[in-house]
């Protein structure tokens, strides 16, 4: 389906394959710098809108969405927090990650309520995104006037002429692989587990996200709403999670965030349930002739952190500024460094999911590393010091790059 403000030209400046967070995001921003562009999508519209994915938004990410005249309904309906509750061996400890880094809050707002914001702006703008956009395939994407391909439903076929293409099309995109194998280094760590995710309809029994730690795996309790709750359950990697019974899943839950006080879990009927693999993934460089990648396209992290959707935010940061620099006529250095200044943030938030990952999930086997680990939470609450600097990390660093010296 062609969207509003349908694809009439064939010529843009910048066209984004994907209408996830990144692309929709870097749409927005070069549209408020006055930069035409298109968005390509595979899926509907209503498949978009109602994929559920992340929940929780880092500090520069909520900024950033304001920044882009997005974030009304994230400021009245989002849930700000000022920390977070870790739990092991039964001992609820207050992370007070607001107060350790200077007031900077965390918001829970479901990634496809982002998601939704930034399609109604764009609606709002009449710029063409083009929806159930088939076979989608990039040309002559290391030349001055690189193409992008695809089939509508009804078979026809379309090409759009850029001068610059912004793979934001996730980790099973075809973006990423327009970087020459030669030229392409991906690393990649998958994990012995994986996270059952429910969406239960009952409220929430915490005000703040809860983190639990225990030898049955790692439980945590989110929230979506004031009458829905969102829960995660450490399973195996293979699970399948129409195979797993509802009175496990409370069951585990209850055991897994069981405290030695009075505090109890509720429990509801479960209206969603989905297994989550977990690796982490990096692909350098990002960014090959007129091509750019962002967001999933270019990485992937465990959840634990949270930091997949922000990543992908913390991308376009960086692109965003990049690409107006250019059009602004300031050059096109900040686009040559693109892939190293988006990488230096990618990595370290990488490192700090996969520490946080580390942290908080049982690996049965070792004895010794489980005494380690639970040596690690134990520095980890003990001391305001290390609190504040795993704070840092948790509410999101500063970004490398933003757009707000031109728009
Ligand atoms: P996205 O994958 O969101 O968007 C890519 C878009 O490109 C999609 O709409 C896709 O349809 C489109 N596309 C793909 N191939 C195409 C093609 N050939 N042609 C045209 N379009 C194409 N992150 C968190 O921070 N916290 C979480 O709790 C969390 N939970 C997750 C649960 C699941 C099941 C998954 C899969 C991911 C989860 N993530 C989580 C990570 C997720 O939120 C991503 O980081 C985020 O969506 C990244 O945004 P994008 O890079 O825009 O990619
Ligand atoms: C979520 O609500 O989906 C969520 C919150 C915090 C995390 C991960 C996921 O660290």
Redesign the pocket.
């Known amino acids: 389906m062609i969207g509003q403000g349908a694809v009439s030209a064939t010529k843009t400046s910048v066209v984004m ?7 929709l995001l870097l749409g927005r921003l070069l549209g408020l710098a006055g930069i035409d562009n298109v968005v ?4 509907t519209r209503q498949y ?1 809108e109602e ?1 559920i ?4 938004l880092e500090h520069p990410t909520v900024e950033m969405l304001k920044f882009a005249g997005v974030a009304d309904r994230l400021e009245s309906n989002g849930q700000f927090d000022d920390g977070f509750e870790l739990r092991f061996e039964g001992v609820r400890t207050w992370v007070p990650t607001a107060d350790l880094t200077g007031g900077k809050q965390t918001v829970l707002y479901p ?1 496809q309520e982002v998601v939704k914001d930034l399609l109604r702006a764009r609606d709002d703008t009449g710029q063409p995104i083009v929806f159930e ?1 088939l076979d ?1 395939a990039l040309h002559d994407s290391d030349t001055e006037r690189p193409r992008v391909t ?1 089939r509508d439903p009804d078979g026809a076929e379309h090409a759009v002429e850029a001068d610059f293409i912004a793979g ?7 973006s990423r692989e327009t970087i020459p194998a030669r030229l392409r280094q991906e690393f990649q760590q998958d994990y012995p587990f994986g996270w059952l ?1 429910i969406l239960a309809d009952v409220p929430p029994s915490t005000r703040e996200l809860i983190y639990a730690h225990h030898d049955n795996g790692f439980a945590m309790h989110s929230r979506r709403s004031p009458t829905l709750s969102r829960l995660y359950l450490q399973v195996p990697p293979d699970t399948d999670a129409q195979e797993v019974s509802d009175r496990f899943i409370w069951d585990e839950l209850q055991t897994r965030l069981g405290t030695q006080d009075d505090w109890t879990l509720a429990e509801g009927p479960i209206l969603q349930k ?1 297994v ?1 693999a977990m690796r982490s993934f990096v692909v350098e460089p990002l960014q090959h002739g007129r091509v750019f990648l ?4 270019a990485h ?2 465990p ?1 634990t952190a ?7 935010v913390s991308d376009v940061s960086v692109l965003s500024e990049a690409l107006i620099a250019r059009y602004r006529g300031a050059g096109e250095e900040l686009l040559a460094a693109y892939s190293t200044t988006a990488l230096r943030r990618i990595w370290r938030a990488q490192e700090f999911s996969r520490h946080m990952t580390a942290l908080l999930h049982h690996v049965p086997g070792s004895e010794f590393e489980a005494r380690l680990q639970r040596a690690r939470l134990q520095n980890l609450v003990k001391s305001e010091h290390t609190m504040a600097a795993f704070s840092e990390l948790y509410v999101g660093l500063p970004f490398e790059g933003h757009p707000e010296r031109f728009i």
Do not use: M, W
Request: hydrophobic letters at 40%; charged letters at 15%; proline letters at 7%.
């Open positions: 394959i994907g209408a996830g967070p990144a692309g390509l999508e595979q899926r978009v994929r994915r992340a929940g929780l990634q956009a989608v695809y934001c099309d996730g980790f099973h995109g075809p995710g989905s989550t962002a967001g999933d396209a992937i992290v959840p949270a930091k997949g959707l922000n990543l992908a």
